[in-house]
């Protein structure tokens, strides 16, 4: 179901990235803070050709919701033969470039209709499409639903690589850049570790573009990064032939609201038999699966360490029994202290509950802002993606989350498991991790509430996007 587009209405073209549910997620919530909030109409461009099913269940909420929204549907799209083999970064990439006689297209229709567009905003990895804004001189912005941090290094990425030769994987230095502590190389996104994979070429070409649009959308708050958004705004971090900085909006943190969340799952019932903080919540987010031999050292880590748990097992395979992927006996060991959930949880109500205490995450920036707002401390492990980058923030400039330790490999150990569960939820660094999130709760909760430094940022990009005028009227 489609909304109409209501005239006299501002009116902007919004490009999400349908390839998973942490870039969706924030976008969709932007989506409708600048429609409730402001008065918006939105065109939105979906590939449902490219989603999963959980995905095309959330766009099809938003779209039949009672916001002033139009989707225009992305033909598919075939984008190599060799598409099954493809990393991620490349296949989205290349489904960008073919996408755009279509969004060319469409746009052209937007900018000649009753309501005509203001200003396009897409996903940073869409850069392609600043090409199709620009011959049609529509303002152009970006969205980043990642942190201000990652944002830094993107931005400076391409400065840093072309002084260096070798792969960050093979690196044994410390990365410095604005704005951040100091980056182990081997710490720096999975995209980029290898210089000779096609995702090394991808990530570094987006990140060049990054000067270009006329503004920045970041899912984040000014009281959470500060150090990142002065290095943003003074410019700190532009590469070689950039003059001039984007405008930066930190206008999160945009989450799922709890109200989209069901209340009445088996786990939440359980939670609510358990002490108040006692629970250690076990989640590695939508995207990722552990090996067997890893569960099991998991596993017997938390048996281990004496503590209540609630832990979200997915299985590598969705027909496969989860309780299959676990120690022989281990359920029924645990069964009076722990809860094994197969493959998904609420994970805002649970963090959000009071018997919760702590959470062993993988870094994941939704699940971090979740954490956040629920002022629930982190053990951080992180497995791929920009996660690594992610945990170095977290533990040395957040200081919300302790680390856990990790062979070279990334294998955790299950005395390394029960060390760490046992300090974030006994011992004093998670007793400050614990205290610097509740101060970092009730400064994101005055950020969103009106005349915080959130509110006043959309209100400004939402003054912003309706009032820009093309660049040839």
Request: some cysteine.
């Amino acid at each position: 179901m489609e909304s109409e587009i209501h005239s006299g209405k501002p009116h902007i073209a919004i490009f999400p990235l349908c390839f998973g549910m942490g870039h969706l997620i924030p976008l969709a919530e932007f989506t409708k803070r600048l429609c409730t909030q402001h008065g918006f109409s939105v065109t939105l461009f979906i590939s449902y050709w490219s989603c999963t099913s959980q995905q095309a269940t959330f766009i099809q909420r938003l779209a039949s919701s009672s916001l002033d929204i139009r989707i225009t549907e992305i033909p598919h799209i075939e984008i190599d033969e060799d598409e099954e083999n493809m990393k991620i970064e490349t296949r989205i990439s290349k489904f960008v470039e073919k996408a755009k006689p279509h969004v060319e297209a469409v746009l052209d229709s937007l900018v000649h209709s009753a309501s005509p567009i203001s200003a396009f905003v897409t996903d940073f990895f869409c850069t392609a499409l600043f090409d199709v804004a620009a011959k049609l001189h529509i303002p152009t912005y970006m969205f980043f639903p990642a942190p201000a941090s990652l944002l830094c290094l993107m931005f400076y990425l391409p400065k840093v690589v072309s002084e260096i030769e070798v792969s960050f994987k093979d690196a044994d230095f410390a990365v410095e850049i604005p704005g951040l502590p100091p980056i182990p190389a081997r710490d720096m996104p999975t995209p980029v570790q290898d210089r000779s994979d096609s995702a090394f070429k991808w990530f570094v070409h987006h990140s060049s573009r990054f000067p270009e649009p006329i503004g920045i959308f970041i899912n984040t708050f000014a009281e959470l990064e500060a150090e990142p958004l002065k290095a943003l705004r003074e410019g700190k971090v532009l590469s070689w032939g950039s003059t001039a900085m984007p405008s930066i909006y930190p206008v999160g943190p945009l989450i799922l609201p709890t109200s989209d969340s069901p209340d009445d799952s088996d786990c939440l019932k359980w939670l609510d038999l358990q002490p108040p903080s006692s629970v250690l919540f076990v989640s590695f987010g939508s995207g990722a699966i552990l090996s067997v031999n890893q569960i099991t050292e998991l596993a017997l880590g938390l048996e281990a360490s004496g503590l209540q748990f609630l832990w979200v097992v997915r299985a590598p395979l969705p027909e496969k029994d989860v309780s299959e992927l676990l120690p022989e006996g281990f359920e029924s060991r645990t069964r009076d202290r722990g809860l094994v959930v197969p493959n998904w949880a609420p994970q805002v109500p649970v963090l959000s509950h009071p018997s919760t205490g702590g959470f062993l995450s993988h870094c994941g920036w939704n699940s971090t802002l979740e954490s956040i707002l629920a002022a629930v401390p982190m053990i951080a492990w992180p497995l791929f993606a920009e996660q690594k980058t992610n945990r170095v923030v977290l533990v040395k400039q957040m200081k919300i989350a302790i680390e856990v330790k990790m062979e070279s490999d990334g294998f955790v150990r299950r005395e390394d498991v029960e060390r760490a569960a046992r300090e974030l939820m006994e011992g004093e660094g998670g007793r400050r991790a614990r205290e610097r999130m509740k101060e970092l709760k009730e400064k994101a909760e005055i950020a969103m509430a009106e005349g915080g430094s959130s509110y006043q940022a959309m209100a400004t990009a939402a003054a912003e996007l309706a009032n820009k005028p093309r660049f040839d009227s």
